[in-house]
T-cell receptor
């Protein structure tokens, strides 16, 4: 009963480095999304996907890329990390109905120096 | 765009007492969903309760209940018989049902709940 699995839990990058945050879910959910959480800001939507092969931008997409080649996986890529991307990142998924709650991963704390 | 406002950055309550966390939102839609999520120090996001806007009846889940005032666009969370394990950040969130836009949740900035033993 894994739910939503995010890796890594912690990461430190230098400015300009690239990396991929991994997200996988085993609930056969069509909808997946990435949020970032900054102090005093709540959670803000970065990118989302409503199914394999379909992605779209959320509120704060700049500096991030996503792809959805399978139902299970939804990786988030930082092509050239910047200190402004220091944050806690959450992946989430939900079922197809609008009243379905989001199931969150445990988050990745990313620090960019 | 919808906005969600939590006007209380921090609240404190004695163990076993009742506390109410406030949330207001701004929307032009008539149908939508509202959620309360809890985030303990472990960082995990846990669903506490949800409300469908077209339902008049306030949602309840054990010690947690909401006061949903649609006309006032208010969605407060009441925690009865507060327990030490209730200490956490609480986030109010809104979801549209229009099918357009980001289709994600819009979150408030959170309320930090402290439980005094």
């Amino acid at each position: 009963n894994a739910g939503v699995t995010q890796t890594p839990k912690f990461q430190v990058l230098k400015t300009g480095q690239s990396m991929t945050l991994q997200c996988a879910q085993d609930m056969n959910h069509e909808y997946m999304s990435w949020y970032r959480q900054d102090p005093g800001m709540g959670l803000r939507l970065i990118h989302y996907s409503v199914g394999a092969g379909i992605t779209d931008q959320g509120e704060v997409p700049n500096g991030y890329n996503v792809s959805r080649s399978t139902t299970e996986d939804f990786p988030l890529r930082l092509l050239s990390a910047a200190p402004s991307q220091t944050s806690v990142y959450f992946c989430a998924s939900r079922g197809g109905q609008y009243n379905s709650p989001l199931h969150f991963g445990n988050g990745t704390r990313l620090t960019v120096t | 765009a919808q906005t969600v406002t939590q006007s209380q950055p921090e609240m404190s309550v004695q163990e076993a007492e009742t506390v109410t966390l406030s949330c207001t939102y701004d929307t032009s839609e008539s149908d939508y969903y509202l959620f309360w999520y809890k985030q303990p120090p472990s960082r995990q996001m846990i669903l506490v309760i949800r409300q469908e806007a077209y339902k008049q009846q306030n949602a309840t889940e054990n010690r947690f209940s909401v006061n949903f005032q649609k006309a006032a666009k208010s969605f407060s969370l009441k925690i009865s018989d507060s327990q030490l394990g209730d200490a956490a950040m609480y986030f109010c969130a809104y979801r549209t049902v229009s099918g357009g836009g980001a289709d994600g949740l819009t979150f408030g900035k959170g309320t930090h709940l402290i439980i005094q033993p």
